[in-house]
């Protein structure tokens, strides 16, 4: 089974950066299309970015792009986020989650309620 497990979160200044990091025990992350996801209180959950499996092609909301970069590291069995310039409106639980469909390519428009593997959230606050 699929384990997920989000790090990173935390209090930064509009501007600043963070990575968060998507950890996976049970299987090999690389076989599985990544999302991440973020909610912020009283929104609906939003796909901001994604990657194909096997280190494949990635995507990006307009919210987020040129600003936010998703990456793989196998060799960590890890999904990373990084945040730069991040602002206000980012604020938001970020959450990773895996596509069942092994050796696919990901795509951001799927609805969050298709995905089976999920971690438990990290909290993103941009404030000053």
């Known amino acids: 089974q699929l384990q997920l497990v989000e790090s990173g979160g935390g209090l930064v200044q509009p501007g600043g950066s963070l990575r968060l990091s998507c950890a996976a025990s049970?299987?090999?992350?690389?076989?599985?299309?990544i999302t991440w996801f973020r909610q912020a209180p009283g929104k609906e959950r939003e796909g901001v970015s994604c990657i194909s499996s096997r280190d494949g092609p990635t995507d990006y909301a307009d919210s987020v792009k040129g600003r936010f970069t998703i990456s793989r590291d196998n060799a960590k069995n890890t999904v990373y986020l990084q945040m730069n310039s991040l602002k206000p409106e980012d604020t938001a639980v970020y959450y990773c989650?895996?596509?069942?469909?092994?050796?696919?390519?990901?795509?951001?428009?799927?609805?969050?309620?298709?995905?089976?593997?999920w971690g438990q959230g990290t909290q993103v606050t941009v404030s000053s």
């Open positions: 049970g299987r090999i992350l690389d076989y599985y299309p």
């Open positions: 989650a895996a596509d069942a469909h092994l050796f696919s390519r990901c795509v951001l428009s799927k609805t969050y309620t298709t995905y089976p593997y």
